[in-house]
């Protein structure tokens, strides 16, 4: 049939197909738009109505203080939800990167709830966690039910996973391109999924947006001082990244070992965050201060202001690894924001670098030496500070990354490149087998 032969309708099939073949990626390009659209609006709400849970947790137990001392009975709760209604999805984030690698059921809703509950609980009566681990689950959880309704297969399920993980991640810290990097490497050390670019990008940008609409504020951080790039500065700053990477290395290993401790020692899982709630109530009612419970933002923020001691760094590290090994919930990467910054600060007693531009590598290279994701920290390091820091920021989280080792907060991270030759054999490897 010549074209002139054909009906109206058919001339508008035919130009529909002819466009669709000169622009192929456009059908990939609507298709996840309208997915990423759908997670960007649920996970930026639901991290919206966490944050502001969150702060309101932290107001009120700041207010009455007496709350700590409950902190094992909460913990006791906690223990008791997840022991009896929430075995499969107390993995956390490791479910979410263990299904990224090997996509299998649908994450259960109830991942989104009962870490919410968790998190909101810990921080309400005292435990020292983050906020990164609820917002990622919740995300992951959330955005899994759209797998169905969509007929994804199991690698366009991988896509949807990374999209909401990137989507959570931005929401919650305000970094939406840092949050799509993070995304993108975080479940393979030393590759990146450049397939699922535009998904991941699409759903942070959105989820950060949406949480802005319901007029959330996302803390704010401003270096003073930044040296002109040279030599000497540069060389501070490779320094300073080997302290971040061991920093994170010890982190990593210390949270895994006292996990083990944990789950050795008591058999009853309910009963552990009872004696780690019991460690931390005590050791905030002896030292009379909560300066290392919670979220600590108030001391990140101290950390760019004037220089802090050393022993800051290493209080709030083992209040977190108390926290999180026993069993409660959050997250570690505030923690570790905490623990950079503040490290950060401290190294310039002996690192002629100004203390707020220190505080800020830390920041950032703590973090990307514990999970192993250089690339987003950067980013993160740039959206949060600003660019005229970049260098800084880049110098810190590469030798960290390089220093850390196969280390990491998430077990079910795989090496996809091996950070050196010496360990080319471990590639493929989770960083479980090591531990």
């Not at 309704?149 to 690698?155: I, S, T, V």
């Given at each position: 049939?010549?074209?002139?032969?054909?009906?109206?309708?058919?001339?508008?099939?035919?130009?529909?197909?002819l466009f669709f073949r000169k622009f192929p990626a456009l059908p990939y390009i609507l298709k996840w738009l309208s997915i990423s659209m759908i997670i960007g609006v649920l996970v930026g709400t639901a991290s919206a109505g966490f944050?502001?849970?969150?702060?309101?947790?932290?107001?009120?137990?700041?207010?009455?203080?007496?709350?700590?001392?409950?902190?094992?009975?909460?913990?006791?709760?906690?223990?008791?939800?997840?022991?009896?209604?929430?075995?499969?999805?107390?993995?956390?984030?490791?479910?979410?990167?263990?299904?990224?690698?090997?996509?299998?059921?649908?994450?259960?809703?109830?991942?989104?709830?009962?870490?919410?509950?968790?998190?909101?609980?810990?921080?309400?009566?005292?435990?020292?966690?983050?906020?990164?681990?609820?917002?990622?689950?919740?995300?992951?959880?959330?955005?899994?039910?759209?797998?169905?309704?969509?007929?994804?297969?199991?690698?366009?399920?991988?896509?949807?996973?990374?999209?909401?993980?990137?989507?959570?991640?931005?929401?919650?810290?305000?970094?939406?391109?840092?949050?799509?990097?993070?995304?993108?490497?975080?479940?393979?050390?030393?590759?990146?999924?450049?397939?699922?670019?535009?998904?991941?990008?699409?759903?942070?940008?959105?989820a950060d947006y949406t949480t802005n609409l319901w007029n959330v504020k996302h803390t704010h951080y401003h270096i003073d001082l930044i040296p002109k790039l040279e030599f000497l500065p540069i060389l501070y700053s490779i320094l300073?990244?080997?302290?971040?990477?061991?920093?994170?290395?010890?982190?990593?290993?210390?949270?895994?070992?006292?996990?083990?401790?944990?789950?050795?020692?008591?058999?009853?899982?309910?009963?552990?965050?009872?004696?780690?709630?019991?460690?931390?109530?005590?050791a905030v009612l002896i030292m009379g201060t909560t300066r290392y419970i919670g979220l600590g933002v108030p001391i990140i923020l101290e950390s760019f202001e004037k220089q802090l001691p050393l022993y800051d760094f290493a209080l709030?590290?083992?209040?977190?690894?108390?926290?999180?090994?026993?069993?409660?919930?959050?997250?570690?990467?505030?923690?570790?924001?905490?623990?950079?910054?503040?490290?950060?600060?401290?190294?310039?007693?002996?690192?002629?670098?100004?203390?707020?531009?220190?505080?800020?590598?830390?920041?950032?290279?703590?973090?990307?030496?514990?999970?192993?994701?250089?690339?987003?920290?950067?980013?993160?390091?740039?959206?949060?500070?600003?660019?005229?820091?970049?260098?800084?920021?880049?110098?810190?989280?590469?030798?960290?990354?390089?220093?850390?080792?196969?280390?990491?907060?998430?077990?079910?991270?795989?090496?996809?490149?091996?950070?050196?030759?010496?360990?080319?054999?471990?590639?493929?490897?989770?960083?479980?087998?090591?531990?």
């Amino acid at each position: 049939m010549s074209k002139n032969q054909r009906t109206p309708g058919k001339k508008i099939v035919f130009y529909i197909q002819l466009f669709f073949r000169k622009f192929p990626a456009l059908p990939y390009i609507l298709k996840w738009l309208s997915i990423s659209m759908i997670i960007g609006v649920l996970v930026g709400t639901a991290s919206a109505g966490f944050l502001q849970s969150l702060e309101w947790a932290t107001s009120f137990r700041e207010n009455h203080l007496w709350l700590i001392a409950l902190l094992p009975v909460a913990g006791f709760l906690i223990g008791l939800l997840y022991y009896y209604f929430g075995k499969d999805v107390e993995a956390g984030n490791n479910l979410l990167i263990d299904n990224i690698h090997d996509p299998k059921g649908i994450i259960p809703f109830k991942m989104a709830p009962f870490v919410y509950l968790g998190t909101i609980a810990t921080h309400l009566f005292g435990g020292s966690a983050g906020r990164e681990g609820t917002a990622l689950q919740m995300a992951g959880s959330i955005a899994d039910q759209l797998t169905k309704p969509f007929k994804l297969d199991q690698n366009e399920r991988k896509t949807l996973i990374i999209a909401a993980i990137a989507a959570g991640f931005g929401s919650v810290f305000g970094t939406p391109l840092a949050g799509a990097v993070f995304g993108l490497e975080v479940f393979l050390i030393g590759k990146i999924r450049y397939n699922s670019i535009f998904p991941a990008f699409a759903a942070a940008i959105l989820a950060d947006y949406t949480t802005n609409l319901w007029n959330v504020k996302h803390t704010h951080y401003h270096i003073d001082l930044i040296p002109k790039l040279e030599f000497l500065p540069i060389l501070y700053s490779i320094l300073a990244g080997i302290a971040f990477g061991i920093c994170a290395a010890v982190f990593s290993k210390a949270i895994h070992g006292m996990g083990a401790l944990f789950k050795s020692k008591i058999k009853y899982p309910p009963l552990r965050p009872v004696v780690g709630g019991i460690v931390v109530a005590l050791a905030v009612l002896i030292m009379g201060t909560t300066r290392y419970i919670g979220l600590g933002v108030p001391i990140i923020l101290e950390s760019f202001e004037k220089q802090l001691p050393l022993y800051d760094f290493a209080l709030k590290m083992i209040f977190t690894i108390v926290t999180l090994s026993a069993g409660f919930k959050g997250g570690e990467v505030t923690p570790l924001f905490f623990i950079g910054a503040t490290l950060g600060s401290a190294l310039s007693l002996f690192i002629p670098l100004p203390f707020g531009l220190l505080a800020g590598m830390g920041f950032v290279a703590v973090f990307a030496g514990a999970t192993n994701t250089p690339l987003a920290c950067m980013l993160m390091g740039i959206e949060l500070f600003g660019a005229e820091c970049g260098v800084y920021v880049a110098i810190a989280c590469v030798v960290s990354y390089l220093l850390s080792g196969h280390n990491s907060i998430y077990t079910k991270q795989k090496i996809g490149e091996a950070k050196n030759r010496r360990y080319e054999s471990q590639q493929d490897q989770s960083i479980s087998d090591f531990l």
